[in-house]
Nanobody, 117 residues
């Protein structure tokens, strides 16, 4: 299964970006019942969880992005989104989407987000 992430780019602090991740080769029922998440990895740092959408529909966020980022999904299109508002230089990282079915874990290739002050 291939996840295709897109939407990264370079913005000024305070700007917005919307990341998208397509899981086109997953069957819809599997996608619908999976946990979705976005992770990020900044230079010299470990990969960290930014936001998740649990199988039960609960949204959880890293404290530093609460109120600024929103995770969502479209089951029919098999898409996962991360809306990022009020971006800060500390948000600069490579962002990875993750789809965790009950049996397998899939990762996107990463999309670079750069926020300058």
């Amino acid at each position: 299964v291939q996840l295709q992430a897109s939407g990264g780019g370079s913005v000024l602090a305070g700007g917005s970006l919307k990341l998208s991740c397509r899981a086109s080769t997953l069957i819809t029922s599997t996608f619908t019942s999976s946990r979705m998440a976005w992770y990020r990895q900044a230079p010299g740092k470990q990969r960290e969880l930014v936001a998740e959408l649990t199988r039960g529909g609960v949204k959880n966020y890293q404290d530093s992005v609460k109120g600024r980022f929103t995770i969502s999904k479209d089951n029919a299109e098999k898409m996962v989104y991360l809306q990022m508002n009020s971006l800060e230089p500390e948000d600069t990282a490579i962002y990875y989407c993750n789809v965790d079915t009950e049996s397998l874990d899939y990762w996107g290739q990463g999309t670079q987000v750069t926020v300058s002050s």
